[in-house]
């Protein structure tokens, strides 16, 4: 595919990935609120903050390619994880992931100024139980601190994953396949 885009993300992790589907891009930073709206479910957060990240760019002024917008969130008893607000958070949420199977959810959107397309992934991951000693360590690694759900699968978080059922890669934050066809059918419409 010879498609250029932009990327509404500053996440390096996105840029590697989308830099795996052999697709041009810039990459640009978006600052946008990424709270919940009062009973706004995970599902329906996820998708509304990556059109908003993508119809932000167009509005930016990157209007002559697709922005793809993408934003994800770890789910537990239907409550969004957030990227923790210090240790005493994040070790809450560890411990609430430890032994048990929560969901990772990615939206992509691609937006122009005549359209927005958008799609929701969701994927299962299963934690082993962890020690108190492993969430600290985990926590000075500083690896946790700019992650959803307080940890990263492709880096040291990884090694507390026992199973997944789904995409690797909407964990990790871009869903490869999902992506690339959601483009195919922006471009088509």
């Not at 390096?12 to 978006?30: A, H, M, N, V, Y």
């Not at 100024?113 to 969430?135: G, N, P, R, Y």
Request: charged content about 25%; overall charge negative; hydrophobic content about 35%.
């Amino acid at each position: 595919m010879t498609t250029s885009v932009y990327l509404a993300s500053a996440s390096p992790r996105r840029k590697e990935l989308l830099s795996q589907l052999g697709i041009e891009f810039t990459q640009f930073s978006i600052d946008a609120d990424e709270s919940p709206l009062p009973n706004e479910q995970p599902r329906a957060l996820v998708e509304r903050l990556a059109r908003l990240k993508a119809i932000s760019g167009v509005k930016l002024g990157y209007k002559d390619r697709p922005v793809l917008g993408s934003d994800t969130v770890v789910v537990i008893d239907n409550e969004s994880l957030g990227k923790p607000r210090d240790e005493a958070d994040f070790t809450q949420t560890l411990k609430r992931l430890s032994g048990n199977t929560h969901q990772v959810l990615t939206a992509v959107a691609f937006a122009t100024q005549e359209k927005v397309l958008s799609c929701v992934v969701s994927t299962d991951v299963t934690f082993k139980a962890l020690t108190d000693e492993e969430i600290k360590a985990y926590w000075l690694s500083g690896e946790p601190q700019d992650k959803a759900g307080g940890y990263g699968i492709q880096g040291l978080g990884g090694r507390f994953v026992t199973h997944i059922s789904g995409s690797y890669f909407c964990v990790v934050g871009l869903p490869l396949y999902e992506t690339e066809q959601l483009l195919h059918a922006f471009l088509r419409r």
